[in-house]
């Protein structure tokens, strides 16, 4: 089975850019679709980004276009996320996540359905 663990999370403050990382054990992440999403205090998940499997084709939240930046390691297990100019809003607990299938299409890979392996989370809190 696979497992997730997301790491870099912390407290930064307001306009610091922190990068995420997503580690899979046993399976090469290139071969999943990868997302990242976050919950924000008191909300529900939402989408940041994801990309299908191989490939360099990226999807973007509409909001969070132009922030974040999702890539896949050097290291086939990893999936990272930037995140630049980070604002007291973007304080949240993200979430990788990986579909053994291909979520192919924008509306497809950002919807948290058919994601069948999911991290904990690592919390990031923005704040001076």
């Known amino acids: 089975q696979v497992q997730l663990v997301e790491s870099g999370g912390g407290l930064v403050q307001p306009g610091d850019s922190v990068t995420l990382s997503c580690a899979a054990s046993?399976?090469?992440?290139?071969?999943?679709?990868v997302g990242w999403f976050r919950q924000l205090p008191g909300k529900g998940r939402e989408a940041i980004a994801c990309?299908?499997?191989?490939?360099?084709?990226?999807y973007y939240a509409d909001s969070e276009e132009g922030q974040f930046t999702i890539s896949r390691g050097n290291a086939k297990n990893t999936v990272h996320l930037q995140m630049n100019s980070l604002k007291p809003e973007d304080t949240a607990v993200y979430f990788c996540?990986?579909?053994?299938?291909?979520?192919?299409?924008?509306?497809?890979?950002?919807?948290?359905?058919?994601?069948?392996?999911w991290g904990q989370g690592t919390q990031v809190i923005v704040s001076s």
């Open positions: 046993r399976f090469s992440l290139n071969y999943y679709t």
């Open positions: 990309m299908p499997p191989a490939g360099s084709i990226a």
């Open positions: 996540a990986a579909d053994s299938g291909g979520k192919y299409g924008r509306d497809w890979c950002l919807s948290e359905i058919g994601y069948n392996y």
